[in-house]
């Protein structure tokens, strides 16, 4: 059976839909960085997603291939993911949307080195006629975090963030982002199959403890 991050390690990517803090370890990612509004037709997320996924599957179908991954083991894709933030300010303004700043990512195994994703660029841009080139290999140490599961649309997520800032606050801790440390958001559902309203996403914000804090 494939191995499956999301089963796998379900408090990363199945929290409850209240705050929950956890402490996250070092993943490598592939990544596509970018600036503007996600909706946007054929715009420049659009295309980051089809890069993204492009260079995800070469790898995952590696085996297929003449060129061996040592360590390689069938595996789920993982859901995409992004790191998003604004000029400006710690938060997120979700009524403008061209302002976002943001990096596009899906989690690789473990076993994938720099050497091999340079080899899954390259023939991804080759076979899918696709420039992959602004693909980036990631490592992201992402620490100590408040998560939860928001269900609904996207525009809504500012109820879900509202809850997360009232927990840490009643909990001793607050928000601790910045420009390395970003809003996180793990996109669970399949939004060409399933209504807004029913969509899940996992939120996580960066945090640390207020103790001791001048």
Wanted: proline share 6%.
């Amino acid at each position: 059976m494939a191995f499956d991050f999301k089963k796998e390690y379900k408090e990363f990517y199945m929290p409850k839909s209240r705050p929950e803090i956890v402490t996250v370890p070092p993943a490598n990612f592939i990544a596509v960085r970018g600036e503007g509004d996600p909706n946007e037709e054929s715009g420049s997320y659009q295309k980051a997603i089809s890069v993204l996924y492009a260079v995800a599957y070469t790898l995952k179908m590696s085996y297929k291939t003449d060129y061996k991954i040592e360590g390689f083991f069938d595996y789920v894709v993982p859901p995409l993911e992004g790191f998003w933030r604004q000029e400006g300010t710690d938060g997120m303004d979700y009524a403008n949307k061209s302002a976002f700043l943001w990096t596009s990512v899906i989690r690789l195994p473990d076993f994938v080195t720099q050497k091999d994703f340079n080899w899954a660029v390259k023939t991804a841009s080759q076979k899918k006629k696709l420039d992959c080139t602004g693909a980036q290999f990631l490592t992201i140490d992402e620490g100590l975090c408040v998560q939860i599961m928001h269900v609904g649309p996207f525009d809504s997520e500012p109820a879900s963030v509202a809850l997360m800032d009232e927990y840490l606050t009643a909990n001793g801790y607050r928000n601790d982002m910045n420009d390395a440390r970003q809003h996180h958001e793990i996109y669970m559902s399949d939004a060409r199959k399933i209504p807004p309203s029913k969509w899940k996403t996992v939120i996580r914000h960066p945090i640390k403890r207020v103790e001791g804090e001048e």
